[in-house]
Each structure stands twice: as C-alpha cells, then as structure tokens.
C-alpha cells in the first residue's frame, strides 16, 4: 500500500467554502447531547402528540415529577420544548417543528433502517 497521498486539493478549496463556524457547531453538538438521553426522548415523544403539564408528562413516561422538570430543564435549555403558562400551571411543548422532524427522522432511521 502507498503512502503517497492523492491530490485533493480541489476537493479541500471546495468543502473549505462550505465549513460552518466552531460555535455553530459546537451549538449542533449540544442539541443531539440533549437528545442523547432516554427519559428525554420520552418527553419529546409525548410533547410531539400534545401540549402536556408536568404531571401528565410523569404519568405518561411513568417517570417522577422532579425528574421530568429536571429534564424539562435540559430541554428547554437546549430549545427543545418550550413552556407556557396558564394560571399557577406551566404546559411544555416542542418548541418547533424542526424538533419533530429530528426526533420522526431518528426514530424512522431505527425502525426501517
């Protein structure tokens, strides 16, 4: 085997145009952290069919309250859901629909492969 290298320069000027800025990416990073947790794609999963308060969300993913608000947390950290308060209630939901589209193109990339 060779270890010359080929020229890729052309290749190289080319994706170099194209290359996203370190904070930007460190940005994307932490967003598929946020996604790297089982309790938290619950959340996500639930919150894509409905708008839910804490408790409905606890009893949906049979998970403690403390525990889905501390994960509440995380999300709406890394703009994931989004809360709304109505009265002494807050209700999350996904903050958009490119959260669904993520979350629908993981889950299809597992299920069919």
């Known amino acids: 085997m060779s270890n010359e290298c080929c020229d890729h320069s052309n290749e190289v000027k080319k994706v170099k145009k194209t290359l996203i800025n370190e904070e930007t990416l460190y940005d994307v990073a932490e967003l598929f952290k946020a996604y790297a947790d089982t309790t938290r794609i619950k959340i996500i999963s639930v919150l894509k069919e409905e708008e839910l308060c804490v408790g409905a969300i606890s009893e949906l993913i049979n998970v403690s ?36 589209k993520i979350y629908d193109m993981g889950l299809e990339h597992i299920v069919k492969g």
Request: aromatic share 6%; charged share 35%; no cysteine.
């Open 65 to 100: 309250q403390s525990a889905v608000s501390h994960q509440l947390r995380v999300l709406k950290n890394s703009k994931i859901v989004k809360p709304r308060r109505e009265g002494k209630q807050m209700y999350y939901s996904l903050d958009d629909e490119h959260i669904k």
